[in-house]
């Protein structure tokens, strides 16, 4: 057979996994992978059995397909017994089940998350290495090799994240997507993080005016993140608050390549809004994954796009599962000048803010909450914070 690499996936993956497949091989490395090296007249199940015990290590690429799939643990099973390494490359943000962590016990593995790409170049230094090993030692846990490799790639990965930021915090700049008929006259946004669970999601109440010489049907929002997701997957919810009763709008995605960085959304009103006239507006929406693109080594930032006919008051907060600390808000100026924002703050529980009563009891969260009462026209806002780690004890030393 003369294969190197047993790819275990899903055939639900088979785009993914054709790609990651072309990488490895680019790169010389030899690779079973059903059904392509199945051959005709044999038996399915005894061709990939006989494709495990060729291969030296067993590639799992680990996706939200093979959560439920007693094929691929059956692969893994067969790889276990019969002493492979194997290397989890973990394409999708999902918990492994009990299952699959008693068999990928004491395995080096890859988080490939959020752009699995960006550890192609990891995922086949690693495998080079552990092919050039004498010998075929299955647990990799502490293999001291593969964990510099790793953290070769995590650096690149922290220094590009750095410059994505700063070419993001560049594209606050007003464009053709940009709100040129309303002024804000407030803003409340809070973001509501849950870290362990990937999850993130925004809940926003403006009060605009329209300063136009027209009627206005809409108001057309950018919405960013770290990290592509589809308009369908955001649960993009808007209403409008009419004689003290909110009233649910619709809602258009104006992004044509899905998924994507960012989402162009246009909220359509219940009515004209005449020119000198005010109305409220609530919506919210979720960034799935979006926590899992924050590096440890860099200061979260939560960026609020300017308005070209500016923002009267401003109400900026965050919360998290995860403890937070360190906060700052920060004041971005149209000529890009950045300086601390005049705020007063509190710290808070997510059970102490009212707006976010229809959360309460639902999840455990804390955070701070910046108010600025005369936002500059045309800035923009961000608030920088850190996560707080846990502490594990080291050996006690007498102090």
């Known amino acids: 057979m003369n294969k190197e690499i047993f790819i275990s996936h ?14 490895i091989e680019d790169a010389g490395i030899k690779c079973w992978i059903a059904p392509r090296d199945v051959l005709g007249g044999m038996a399915y199940a005894e061709e990939i059995v006989d494709g495990i015990k060729a291969c030296r290590i067993v590639l799992l690429v680990v996706s939200a397909s093979i959560v439920k799939s007693e094929h691929i643990l059956n692969e893994v099973e067969l ?19 009990d299952s699959y962590k008693y068999y990928l016990n004491r395995k080096h593995r890859i988080e490939a998350l959020p752009d699995p790409q960006e550890y192609y170049g990891e995922l086949v230094a690693s495998l080079k290495h552990l092919l050039s090993k004498t010998e075929d030692n299955p647990d990799t846990e502490d293999d001291a090799e593969l964990i510099a490799i790793r953290e070769r790639n995590r650096k690149r990965l922290i220094n590009s994240t750095k410059e994505k930021r700063l070419s993001f915090g560049l594209s606050i700049q ?13 803003i409340k946004r809070l973001d509501v993080i849950d870290t362990p669970n990937l999850k993130y999601s925004n809940y926003r109440w403006i009060e605009i005016e329209n300063q136009s010489e027209r009627p206005t049907r809409s108001i057309i929002h950018k919405e960013c993140g770290d990290n592509k997701v589809r308009f369908s997957d955001m649960r993009f919810t808007a209403r409008q608050y009419i004689d003290g009763q909110g009233e649910l709008l619709d809602v258009d995605s104006q992004t044509a390549v899905q998924p994507n960085f960012e989402q162009i ?10 020119p000198g006239e005010s109305t409220r507006v609530f919506y919210r929406l979720d960034w799935p994954g979006e926590p899992s693109a924050y590096c440890d080594e860099l200061s979260t930032s939560i960026s609020l796009t300017r308005y ?9 907060g965050i919360f998290d599962t995860v ?23 509190k710290e808070i529980q997510i059970e102490d803010e009212p707006d976010l009563k229809p959360l309460h009891g639902k999840i455990k969260a804390s955070g701070i909450v910046f108010d600025v009462s005369d936002a500059a026209d045309n800035a923009s806002y961000r608030i920088l914070y850190k996560q707080r780690k846990e502490n594990k004890p080291t050996e006690d030393d007498g102090f």
Do not use: C, W
């Open 79 to 97: 790889a276990i017994n019969n002493s492979k390494i194997i290397l989890p490359f973990k394409i999708d943000p999902i918990e492994y089940t």
């Open 308 to 316: 070209p006919k500016g923002v009267g008051r401003l109400t900026f």
């Open 174 to 186: 007003t464009d053709s997507f940009a709100d040129e008929f309303h002024f804000y006259k407030t």
């Open 265 to 274: 959304v246009k909220i359509l009103f219940k009515k004209e809004l005449m």
């Open 10 to 23: 899903s055939s639900k993956d088979k785009d993914r996994v054709d790609e990651i497949l072309k990488v």
């Open 323 to 345: 403890p937070l600390y360190d906060f700052e808000i920060q004041e971005v100026s149209a000529g890009f000048e950045i300086k601390v924002a005049g705020a007063t703050h």
